[in-house]
């Protein structure tokens, strides 16, 4: 997995946990939800790049 790539899903990952954590504190379930989809979308993106280098070797 290239080093920008793996940076940019974990950057993902980290700023869904933070959004989605935000909207359970203060009770606002739409930044919640909003929070675990950039979470996933990051997790997503991480597996994407895993399956294209099992691929190239």
Do not use: I, N, P
């Not at 793996?6 to 009770?27: D, H, N, P």
């Not at 379930?29 to 099992?54: C, I, P, Q, V, Y």
């Amino acid at each position: 997995m290239s080093a920008s790539e793996k940076a940019k899903a974990l950057a993902e990952q980290a700023l869904g946990k933070v959004k989605k954590e935000a909207g359970r504190a203060v009770g606002k379930e739409s930044a919640t939800a909003e929070g675990s989809t950039k979470e996933s979308r990051g997790h997503l993106r991480g597996a994407k790049e895993k399956a294209k280098d099992a691929f190239k070797k």
